[in-house]
């Protein structure tokens, strides 16, 4: 099977895995693995994986030494595609070898000493096995099937179940919204706002005002972003918040690729805090914004990994390993459920200093494709509304993997049920335009700014047949 993962670069620039093959065309393999190392501690790399590519450059027909100077020369988060298939079986009579105890054999990459030679030997029949398969798996990774869904689904229904929180029929319920009337709300002309609706979707109308919006210039440089010392921490280098609205975390005000926005509707204000999916070496400055924040749910809408590309890193427990140590805080997944499109994950967290414990709702919506639009309306309805339902302190926090496309659909979403449910007048153009003076681009494509159209005439369809349904 095909792996990504992500491992953070430490100050002694070593990631600790050694390298055989390359010679000859044949595929690089990972010969041994450090004890302590970065890569020991990450625990997905494993001795035989073949490994394919370096932040997503192919490695195919590059010599050891060629890739050797590639890892040397990469810097902070250091993405990996790996196959892992027969290699993993050939390679596994190594588990227990001296050699995972002996660190002196390894520097870094390369590996050495008598018994590194030894096994260069033990490789050299185990290479010419994978070369073919190494090179079929490459291609695979330049065209990734529908498979991506099956392996996904095939993980989650490996885990053992959790304890219902929620049933598909309280799910169907919340997506049924019921607006309070008012003397002069948009129920009073609802007929009118659907047509009005439908034709600006049949003529495309609303991509005028999605070019208008693209002019809307930065509210500021995002100087603290571009620091030096924040650069490793910002997930793609163009993608920054402003300073005036950025999170601050610690009692130094330390960085985090995250943005406050503030929306009101009517005499409520909706809170929120988006931020790009957490690297490695930022997921324990996450957790401590959502202590800091006071922050219980968690709204996450993209996968870890999507077209062969990292796109987050798992910041959360997972079963088998229910619990994560990280540097302030200790957390326990105490319950999840799988549903049809999202997942629900219950976490507690508890601050090591204080002992003080909180729990924390995780939502991870799996049914959006990379560049494109959840296939039904109604999942993501349904997922939105439990997330207003389950959110009681705090910013609600969503991320994608910018946290700018997808979440800026998401709290568009949110924020226009909100104003529905309350029976009041709604302007997309303006929410949007709110949001990017906040944090920029949010709502990023053309796609992503007529689906939320598409979603609002959706919900004013489904008001208008329950009113239908009470006049009979």
Not at 249 to 275: D, P, R, W
Not at 292 to 313: D, Q
Request: charged share 25%.
């Amino acid at each position: 099977c095909i792996i990504n993962l992500e491992l953070e670069k430490p100050a002694n620039g070593s990631l600790g895995f050694a390298l055989v093959g390359g010679r000859n065309g044949r595929a690089i393999l990972i010969k041994a693995i450090s004890p302590g190392s970065a890569a020991d501690r990450d625990g997905r790399l494993r001795v035989g994986d073949i490994l394919l590519k370096v932040n997503g450059n192919l490695l195919s027909g590059l010599t050891r030494n060629t890739v050797i100077d590639i890892l040397r020369r990469t810097h902070g988060s250091v993405q990996l595609t790996v196959c892992r298939s027969t290699a993993l079986h050939w390679a596994s009579q190594w588990d227990e070898s001296p050699l995972q105890n002996e660190s002196t054999l390894f520097d870094g990459y390369g590996g050495g000493g008598v018994l590194g030679s030894q096994l260069d030997f033990a490789f050299q029949g185990l290479e010419e096995s994978t070369q073919m398969n190494s090179q079929v798996n490459e291609k695979h990774i330049l065209a990734p099937s529908a498979s991506e869904d099956e392996v996904i689904a095939q993980r989650l229904s490996a885990m053992p179940r959790g304890l219902n929180v929620v049933t598909e029929d309280q799910l169907l319920q919340l997506a049924e919204i019921k607006p309070v009337r008012r003397r002069h709300g948009l129920q009073h002309h609802l007929d009118r706002l659907i047509q009005d609706l439908q034709k600006q979707i049949e003529h495309e109308e609303m991509l005028k005002e999605f070019v208008d919006l693209e002019h809307i210039k930065p509210t500021d440089d995002c100087l603290i972003g571009k620091a030096p010392e924040n650069r490793e921490k910002n997930r793609y280098r163009d993608i920054l918040p402003y300073d005036e609205t950025r999170v601050p975390i610690g009692e130094t005000k330390g960085y985090i690729n995250a943005s406050y926005i503030h929306v009101q509707v009517g005499k409520e204000e909706l809170f929120y805090i988006s931020a790009q999916g957490p690297l490695p070496c930022t997921m324990n400055d996450f957790w401590q914004m959502v202590w800091e924040n006071h922050s219980n749910v968690i709204a996450m809408i993209t996968r870890e990994t999507e077209r062969g590309a990292s796109k987050c890193h798992r910041y959360w427990p997972e079963p088998p390993h229910t619990s994560l140590d990280l540097l302030r805080f200790q957390l326990r997944l105490d319950n999840y459920q799988i549903l049809n499109c999202f997942i629900i994950r219950i976490i507690e967290i508890t601050n090591k200093r204080t002992q003080e414990k909180r729990m924390v709702h995780h939502l991870q919506f799996t049914s959006w494709p990379d560049h494109g639009t959840p296939r039904s309306p109604e999942h993501l309805i349904r997922f939105v509304r439990f997330m207003r339902k389950v959110c009681k302190t705090g910013p609600l926090i969503a991320h994608c993997s910018a946290g700018i496309g997808r979440s800026g659909v998401l709290l568009c979403v949110d924020i226009l049920l909100t104003h529905i449910e309350n029976d009041l007048p709604f302007d997309i153009k303006k929410i949007v335009r709110d949001l990017r003076r906040q944090r920029f681009g949010m709502v990023q494509t053309k796609e992503q700014y007529v689906f939320c159209y598409e979603i609002v005439l959706d919900v004013l369809k489904n008001i208008q047949n329950m009113n239908s349904q009470l006049v009979c």
